[in-house]
């Protein structure tokens, strides 16, 4: 073989791995591991950090502690992590009162939570408690805690796979 041969055979095996990799972005996929659902992607960690390090971690995954804004949203993580970690102790999701008590604000977008799944008694805030958790206890509703506690978390990160249009289309439905 040629070396040009062998160029172009490179090239064709460029061009159908870009095909493949067309066909499974716009099919909606995440990363291995991590979890779709509408316009997002979602990783549980296996592993646990304080608050501050869950935020820094999702960072290095090009990605943000999970910003819950919605009830079908958090309806779906409370169904998953019910359905795969029924004795997980909690979640760190993106949240926390750390500026003025008692005003809870997403951290990845800088604005007041704009949903809440608030369990029984939370935020309690104790002596402090400014981050915001998912409570396995409470079957995955909200509750604060103290931020510096070691706990699982979980990143989000938008699909680019979302829905797009074509010039001079628009979604319906
Ligand atoms: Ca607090
Ligand atoms: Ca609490």
Known sequence: MSGVTVLLVVSQLYTVLGSLTTIATSQGSCRHGWI???????MFSHTVLTWP?????????????ATIQTEEEQTFLKAYL???HAI????WIDGNDLE?????QYSSIGKPLNYTDWGPGEPSNGANEDCLLLWGPYRFQMGD???????RFICQQNNSAAPTTNPGWIIFG
């Open 82 to 84: 019910n359905g795969i």
């Open 145 to 151: 805690y103290y931020c510096y506690i070691h706990r």
């Open 53 to 65: 390090d869950a935020e820094e971690a999702c960072g290095i995954l090009h990605s943000t502690l």
């Open 88 to 91: 997980a102790h909690g979640y």
């Open 36 to 42: 779709s659902f509408q316009n997002s992607c979602y």
């Open 100 to 104: 003025v008590e008692s005003e809870w």
